[in-house]
């Protein structure tokens, strides 16, 4: 079993998972390519600090476009609020970021990582 406190930090992270999915729409379907330096407000997005919600702070998307015919490259970063965690397995700055790389064919691909270390057990998916 997982102790409470690794419970919660999940579910926080976990958070930003569903919060960052339109994100994530906007970057892969941006018409099968993203134009260079791509942002929330060219992507139809709302400001970060206006996407929201009980943990996370800000979501921001950043897209780039280099040639027709060569994959484009995006980032969500999401940042979180772990306030009353009391776990000192947290710093301020916490974030999750997922990394795309699209084809034309908007077909893409995710990774994830951490702003800063967390247990692997906390990384959400893809």
Do not use: H
């Amino acid at each position: 079993f997982l102790p409470i406190r690794i419970i919660r930090l999940k579910q926080k992270v976990s958070e930003a998972a569903s919060i960052s999915s339109t994100a994530k729409t906007a970057l892969a379907f941006s018409e099968g390519r993203l134009t260079n330096n791509s942002t929330n407000g060219t992507l139809g997005l709302a400001d970060p600090t206006a996407i929201t919600s009980k943990y996370v702070v800000s979501v921001t998307a950043i897209g780039t476009s280099t040639l027709a015919t060569t994959p484009t490259t995006g980032t969500i970063t999401v940042l979180l609020d772990f306030a009353g965690i009391g776990s000192s397995q947290i710093t301020s700055g916490m974030g999750v970021i997922w990394t795309a790389t699209c084809t034309q064919a908007a077909q893409c691909s995710w990774v994830v990582t951490l702003l800063v270390s967390l247990p692997d057990k906390l990384l959400p998916k893809a």
